[in-house]
């Protein structure tokens, strides 16, 4: 069988299509492709069109608004001291309470969750080893 596939490869090999096949091949391709300059004259029409967008922003582009505008950013407005420092005050106070609100919190949950267990573990050491000791 290996020699019958060998065979037939190169017969394969050897085939050659006749003349009117690729007469009609090179037919279809021919109709199917596009006009070369329709593309071209697409990009060229684009790109003067792009040029002609990019110059007229520079054109009507501000020049004296510009140097306004950096002014305007290099000098920042002072603030005011009392101002400053009530916010700052406003902003502390908040973070303190919420700060002592943490800790009592914190503190409740430890009483009542971590202390009474602890205790009855204390008494019933305690216990056992008042027990052990009487024995």
Known sequence: MDED?????????????PRRVHDEVARRIISQKPAPGRWRFT????TV??????????????AGGRSAQQAQWAEPPT?????????????LGFMGSIVIDAG?????????GAVPPL????????????????Q
């Open 79 to 91: 603030p005011d001291r009392t101002l400053v420092v009530a916010q700052a005050e406003e902003v």
């Open 119 to 134: 205790q009855n573990h204390l008494e019933t050491t305690r216990d056992k080893i008042i027990h052990l000791i009487q």
């Open 5 to 17: 596939l060998q065979q037939l490869v190169h017969e394969l090999r050897q085939e050659v299509c």
């Open 43 to 46: 990009v060229a029409l684009a």
């Open 104 to 112: 009592a919190y914190s503190e409740q949950i430890i009483f009542k």
């Open 49 to 62: 069109a792009l040029v002609a967008l990019c110059c007229l922003a520079i054109w009507r582009w501000p």
